[in-house]
């Protein structure tokens, strides 16, 4: 079954936004995996206007499910994944002032630098993940490079989502079925919600993690944490 790891981003957000400590990001985490969540993500990202490098000491002191960092692999991110060993580093090839992550790896491009990486991240005994573009080159090229997993960037998958499931698809489930030959796990995130994730795992049944937070945290807005995660792991069954 897909696990559904709660991405707080933008529970530090709010926080940050008056300075204090509410909403308490530690306190959600912990909260979140009480209410069921197998995963929680943090992307750290340079400017801290969301999560903390702070945050993520902390939070590696109560995440008991699998704790998931994401973020470009520069020193502070390699630092933070030596001192942290979170179950999970997910590699995202991001500037450090995108609004949100924006692309997925190009493996062949950049293959000596994945390469070096992913070889130091596996071998502290965290597993790696690269996020990529549904592409099966960029697929192939993943294999090359030695990451355990894909993130597979579903961005176009939820913008296409509203006007053709199929089309949308399309390009998701070969890129799936290529790691999946290749024998690579297959996690997959960005804009995923209620309406477009029932699918995305009832067509591509091996993801082994999905990674959601801006819609969750919306959505929570209206239902509250705990019911929000039921009814995302609802549509992950
Ligand atoms: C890697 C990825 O897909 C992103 O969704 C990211 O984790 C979200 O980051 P922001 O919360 O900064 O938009
Ligand atoms: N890896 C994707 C992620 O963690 C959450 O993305 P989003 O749901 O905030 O778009």
Redesign the pocket.
């Known amino acids: 079954m897909t696990k559904l790891s709660v991405?707080i981003?933008?529970i530090a957000?709010i926080r940050n936004a008056r300075g204090g400590n509410n909403p308490n990001v530690v306190q959600v985490a912990k909260d979140a995996e009480q209410f069921g969540a197998q995963g929680i993500?943090v992307?750290p990202?340079p400017d801290e206007?969301?999560i903390t490098t702070q945050d993520v000491y902390d939070l590696k002191e109560v995440v008991t499910t699998e704790y998931n960092i994401?973020g470009y692999p520069d020193e502070r991110y390699l630092k933070l994944i030596e001192e942290v060993r979170p179950a999970q580093a997910?590699l995202?090839p991001?500037p450090p002032h995108v609004?949100?992550?924006n692309a997925g790896w190009d493996t062949q491009k950049h293959e000596g630098f994945l390469k070096e990486v992913i070889s130091h991240i596996n071998s502290l005994g965290v597993r790696s993940s690269i996020?990529v573009e549904p592409n099966e080159k960029h697929v192939e090229g993943a294999k090359e490079v030695g990451t355990n997993r894909i993130?597979l960037?579903t961005?176009m998958y939820a913008t296409g989502y509203e006007s053709s499931p199929e089309k949308a698809i399309a390009d998701y489930k070969a890129a799936a079925a290529k790691a999946n030959a290749l024998g690579l796990g297959i996690n997959a995130?960005?804009?995923l919600d209620l309406t477009n994730l029932k699918y995305l795992v009832q067509e591509i049944p091996y993801i082994d993690e999905v990674?959601i937070?801006?819609a969750l945290v919306c959505d929570a807005l209206y239902y509250g944490l705990e019911n929000t995660i039921q009814l995302y792991l609802r549509e992950l069954r």
């Open positions: 991405n981003n933008k957000t993500t992307h990202r206007r969301h994401e997910t995202v991001d609004l949100t992550s996020f993130e960037y961005e995130g960005h804009d990674s937070g801006h």
